[in-house]
């Protein structure tokens, strides 16, 4: 018993898991692609025992309906690269400090509390990170795990943001060279605060190029909140603001569909 793949359309731009399910609803135990109307639009649309195999009872069920999603609505050339960038990254983390400010960061995650940290930190002071590397060091015994980690999450969020600008095929290809370039795999395996801030400010990109969309007024107020937070831990963040700007124009000026 195992997992098929097949296109999720004539044009094969996706595939689609193919699972020994009971009925539950599905045409020919099989999941509809997402375009068609009988089929799950969310997350919670999927069975409530997505995991069939009883090694996968161990994962919660809200996370299987995640990862079952995630695979739903993406084809494998993208999860390969997220894979490969995860593995790129999370193998190499740092076991020492070696950049910049990373000896005090080091030092300050292991700090009593926040607020002692702060009071220690040099400026510019880096609160949110300060919080996350602390919290890092008591659970995982790793502050280089919370670049990393944050890397991949930014990796996947400027997917979205890319794809929803200028199309599928370019969002992939933009893909590619975040891999390899030196800077990031430097920044994403250190202990160092700059993945934070991409992983901040892409994901407040997102829900404002959303916004324009939708004009939904809580879509703004998430992006607003996550340039806030960017801010707070670094405030030189301030200088990525014009990017919101030229978002705006490019979505009121936008005459090609790249989709």
């Known amino acids: 018993m195992g997992v098929r793949f097949v296109p999720m359309d004539a044009e094969g731009t996706g595939f689609e898991p193919v699972l020994p399910f009971q009925e539950n609803g599905f045409r020919n135990r ?28 161990i994962i919660p069920t809200r996370l299987q309906h995640v990862i079952l999603y995630i695979i ?21 983390l740092a076991k020492f400090p070696h950049f910049y400010d990373s000896p005090e960061y080091l030092r300050l995650s292991q700090e009593k509390n926040l607020a002692t940290a702060l009071q220690k930190s040099h400026e510019s002071i880096h609160p949110v990170y300060l919080f996350l590397i602390q919290t890092s060091q008591k659970f995982f015994h790793s502050i280089s795990f919370i670049s990393a980690f944050f890397g991949l999450l930014g990796l996947i969020y400027f997917y979205y943001l890319v794809k929803r600008l200028f199309g599928k095929k370019t969002a ?4 590619i060279p975040l891999i390899f370039f030196p800077h990031f795999w430097l920044i994403q395996t250190n202990i160092m605060h700059e993945s934070v801030d991409h992983f901040l400010l892409i994901v407040s990109l ?46 009121r000026n936008k005459k090609y569909d790249f989709n």
């Not at 739903?72 to 190499?92: A, C, D, E, K, Q």
């Not at 992939?172 to 893909?175: A, C, K, V, W």
């Open 72 to 92: 739903h609505i993406m084809n494998w050339p993208v999860l390969t690269i997220f894979i490969i960038f995860g593995l790129s990254r999370f193998l190499f």
């Open 206 to 251: 997102l829900f404002f190029d959303i916004f324009l969309e939708n004009k939904k007024l809580v879509n703004l107020v998430f992006s607003l909140l996550f340039f806030l937070v960017a801010v707070v831990n670094f405030v030189g963040n301030l200088i990525w603001l014009p990017i919101f700007f030229g978002l705006f124009i490019f979505r």
């Open 172 to 175: 992939f290809l933009s893909l």
């Open 30 to 57: 099989r999941f509809e692609p997402l375009s068609q109307p009988s089929a799950p639009i969310g997350i919670r649309d999927w069975p409530v025992q997505p995991l069939w195999h009883p090694t996968f009872q």
